[in-house]
């Protein structure tokens, strides 16, 4: 089970955001074009799942190796050199996947105090701070996998 979570987790959670994404806007334009009455929160829902399947997009290409970058330099190097500046870049995105987790936290921690709410669905908006934080954490999870990965 463990390992299925391991393997499955991002991509079940973005197909789930993609269908509520689609069911939502379908039965929104069902509502306007047909009933003549359309919903109030669906714009402002599907926007947030928007931007909740960005930042699970992350940790998803990170598992998948599918980030962009440029494999001309790497592929003319030596071994040693190329696997140095993979195991660099690696690094690099640890440090700053941990700098983005504090920021991320300072923000969950002001949307707290603050109780603001979304405009039309009445939401508090930590819900949406708090899945951006632990997308994030999880793409810092993903990193030390792949960095594991490498040291074997």
Not at 88 to 110: A, D, H
Not at 114 to 132: D, E
Request: net charge positive.
């Amino acid at each position: 089970m463990l390992k299925f979570l391991d393997d499955k987790f991002e991509e079940i959670i973005l197909i789930v955001i993609l269908f509520l994404m689609t069911l939502v806007l379908g039965v929104q334009i069902v509502a306007r074009y047909i009933f003549n009455n359309s919903l109030s929160w669906s714009e402002e829902f599907v926007r947030y799942m928007l931007i909740w399947s960005a930042f699970m997009s992350i940790p998803y290409s990170i598992k998948k190796g599918l980030s962009i970058r440029v494999d001309f330099f790497l592929n003319r190097m030596t071994y040693k050199c190329s696997d140095f500046i993979k195991k660099l870049s690696l690094y690099f995105m640890v440090f700053l996947f941990g700098i983005l987790s504090l920021f991320t936290l300072e923000i969950v921690k002001n949307s707290l105090l603050s109780g603001q709410r979304s405009s039309a669905m009445g939401m508090p908006i930590i819900y949406l701070h708090l899945l951006i934080f632990l997308s994030i954490i999880l793409s810092l999870f993903r990193t030390f996998q792949k960095i594991w990965e490498l040291r074997k």
